[in-house]
């Protein structure tokens, strides 16, 4: 379990866990990420794909006009957002270091220590193979809802995108299983902060 | 002046058949659930604001798409076809009310109205339109709740129709009116579109009631809602008409 706050305390000179584009991207990306997941179950409900609905109390719109126009305003947020992320994660270097190699072994035994309670997390800036996995997953699920997204939005103009997905229905059925992946990451990475309180301090003031 | 029939008292009147659809508390305020006020004071960039403010600014946001969606529309892109095969039978209806409460038209006292920026305001009749070059297209209907249905539609080319009127095809807006007060509008660009239609025919057969008889406008290249059934005036303005659906909150282009 994570120490005290006094016991990990670094000097101030250290070079913080995560830099502030980290930060502020993430925290940005949080709030367009639940305004999109809880839109999104809003126009769901009009027309489930599946037989539920989601929780009036849950969704964001009130009916489905509502819905789509915070789903439609919220997107930009969440493109360009994601879009710097991406970019300064590239050229800094940030993924290639810290997401970098993931090896299904590792994965596999770190994943099994975890649920054992035998995980360390001392060093907040070294991720563990689940860690990678679930990051590097969570970005690839990112890009899947984009362009499912895409697909649905524009099936017309983007048709060739559509097709990748193999049509108009397929891709409203990747565009859900993405925001699955996604919503269940959210759980466990939320779970985890609180496993993790130094983690969640971590992403407000860098250290 | 060029004529061109106001929407106006229609939409109160139409508005009012929409209400009894909505869940009262939520027709106006779109916030609801937990996330809403950081939501909220990020998108208009104020503390606190209340619910009406909340929903002009997504409005702006939605017309702001709209203009991205025009930029985005390829006047030569053609929607997808499919084989016969693919036609879903039966198709499902769709309407702001029960479907015995359709409109009943006859057929021989039906004239199509045209007005605003057009050189020959004659109303047509259902021969008339009958007369001009028939096309088929079977493409998907893609509903604004999510669902689509590939149907076959059989009618003029709207394009060959404004050529036949004299429309000014500068003019921004091409408007329709409909026999059970709905109403919509489109840009010029998309009523231009090739598989943009004056359809007559569902699936090789008179349309029938359910379907917009005597007159549907077919365009695959945007939602459902933006398909108006049961017209009875075409009309080229400049002026922002709005339409029924998109006045209470659907994005005005729509497109696909």
């Not at chain 1, 800094?92 to 035998?118: C, H, Q, W």
């Not at chain 1, 990678?132 to 890009?143: D, H, Q, S």
């Not at chain 2, 409109?103 to 009958?130: H, N």
């Not at chain 2, 000014?168 to 919509?184: E, G, I, P, T």
């Amino acid at each position: 379990m994570a120490g005290t706050t006094t016991d990990v305390a670094p000097a101030p000179s250290a070079p913080a866990i995560h830099p502030l584009w980290v930060r502020v991207t993430h925290w940005i990306n949080a709030l367009a990420t639940a305004v999109m997941i809880g839109s999104g179950w809003e126009i769901y409900n009009a027309s489930p794909l599946f037989p539920f609905a989601f929780p009036k109390a849950v969704t964001i719109g009130g009916w489905l006009a509502g819905g789509l126009l915070w789903h439609f305003a919220a997107m930009w947020l969440l493109v360009v957002n994601g879009l710097v992320y991406v970019v300064l994660g590239l050229a800094t270097g940030r993924f290639r270091r810290k997401l970098l190699p993931i090896r299904p072994r590792e994965v596999f035994f770190d994943l099994r220590a975890a649920f054992a309670g035998r995980l360390a997390y001392d060093d907040l800036a070294v991720y563990n193979a689940v860690q990678k996995a679930l990051y590097a997953g969570v970005i690839l699920a990112g890009i899947v809802i984009m362009a499912s997204g895409l697909a649905i939005w524009k099936p017309v103009q983007l048709q060739a995108l559509a097709a990748l997905f193999g049509g108009y229905e397929a891709a409203r059925i990747v565009h859900f299983l993405a925001m699955a992946a996604i919503a269940a990451f959210v759980v466990v990475h939320i779970v985890m902060a609180f496993v993790v309180p130094k983690s969640l301090r971590a992403i407000i003031i860098g250290r | 002046m060029p004529r061109v029939i106001r929407p106006s008292l229609d939409a109160r009147l139409a508005a009012g058949d929409a209400a009894k659809l909505l869940p009262d508390p939520a027709r106006r305020l779109f916030l609801r659930g937990t996330l809403s006020l950081g939501a909220l004071s990020l998108l208009t960039g104020c503390e606190l604001a209340d619910g009406a403010s909340v929903e002009k600014a997504l409005r702006a946001v939605s017309r702001f798409n709209d203009g991205v969606q025009a930029w985005l529309f390829d006047p030569n892109r053609l929607a997808p076809t499919y084989p016969e095969s693919a036609i879903a039978r039966p198709f499902r209806f769709n309407g702001y009310y029960d479907e015995e409460d359709a409109p009943e038209i006859d057929a021989a006292d039906y004239r199509l109205e045209v007005g605003g920026l057009v050189v020959d305001k004659r109303p047509w009749t259902l021969e008339r339109l009958q007369a001009l070059p028939q096309e088929t297209q079977i493409t998907r209907l893609v509903c604004v709740e999510g669902w689509s249905l590939i149907g076959k539609w059989s009618g003029a080319p709207l394009r060959e129709f404004l050529a036949r009127i004299g429309a000014d095809l500068r003019a921004k807006y091409v408007f329709f009116r409909c026999a059970d007060r709905y109403f919509s509008s489109i840009d010029m660009a998309t009523a231009l579109h090739p598989q943009t239609q004056l359809t007559l025919k569902f699936d090789g057969e008179t349309l029938p009631r359910s379907f917009g008889f005597p007159l549907r406008i077919r365009i695959p290249t945007k939602l459902g809602f933006k398909n108006p059934k049961y017209v009875v005036e075409v009309a080229v303005t400049n002026e922002y008409l709005g339409g029924y659906w998109e006045n209470q909150g659907y994005n005005w282009f729509s497109g696909l």
